[in-house]
């Protein structure tokens, strides 16, 4: 039997804001994604560097036309029903990393069948996630990542969302055990997160 849009399990790219190397927010994501696969749902990793996108340039835009690492992440996002997205925050903002590769899929156009940057989000749950070695967990970021995805890319942001603070401590605490973060209370937080997106994008497939 072919599966429907409406039996297919959902799909969820996971984004991290940080290429780094031993990424703690990547692994934050990882972590959010294995909780997703255990709730049924089929996950994409996505490495926004390998995008390979310049900083974004409008006069580059119109001389060489749009990078492929926009059309990229569009497809990305056109073949995904919701996104879960870990990012820290440099000097309290959402990473460049991100918002460049954001900005760029923003004036991505519709092209056939394929939709615009925005049109591949519009309406797509997203759960977000941040984590810093220091006490305050990157969580200054997330309101202004709230705005800018809901606002600009009319993304569903669910309600709940999780900073997680000294987490270089808290995941390498809970490295032997990599299904759940050291701190109950926070892993109840990140359940509730996943749950929450996983479905919010079956009702999108129901
Ligand atoms: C330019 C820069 C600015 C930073 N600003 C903040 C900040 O405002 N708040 C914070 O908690 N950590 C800040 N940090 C520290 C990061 O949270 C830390 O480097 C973290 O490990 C980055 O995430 P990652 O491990 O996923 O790469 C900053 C780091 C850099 C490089």
Do not use: C
Request: hydrophobic share 45%.
């Amino acid at each position: 039997m072919t599966a429907t849009s409406a039996t297919r399990s959902p799909r969820l790219l996971v984004i991290s804001g940080s290429a780094r190397t031993g990424s703690l927010n990547s692994e934050l994501a990882e972590l959010a994604a294995h909780k997703a696969r255990a709730l049924g749902a089929e996950t994409s990793t996505v490495d926004l560097r390998a995008l390979g996108l310049p900083v974004f340039d409008a006069d580059l835009l119109q001389a060489q036309g749009m990078p492929q690492g926009a059309l990229q992440l569009r497809d990305w996002m056109a073949q995904h029903d919701g996104v879960l997205l870990a990012s820290p925050e440099y000097n309290a903002l959402p990473t460049p990393l991100f918002i460049n590769a954001f900005d760029w899929l923003s004036v991505v156009q519709a092209e056939g069948e394929a939709p615009s940057g925005t049109g591949a989000t519009a309406g797509k749950p997203v759960g977000l996630l941040a984590a810093s070695p220091g006490a305050l967990g990157g969580i200054r970021a997330l309101p202004i990542v709230r705005t800018y995805l809901s606002t600009n890319f009319a993304m569903v942001v669910v309600p709940e969302q999780l900073a997680l603070p000294l987490a270089d401590q808290q995941l390498s605490a809970e490295r032997a055990d990599r299904e759940r973060l050291a701190k109950p209370e926070l892993d109840a937080v990140l359940d509730r997160l996943v749950a929450s997106v996983v479905k919010q994008a079956r009702w999108r497939l129901a």
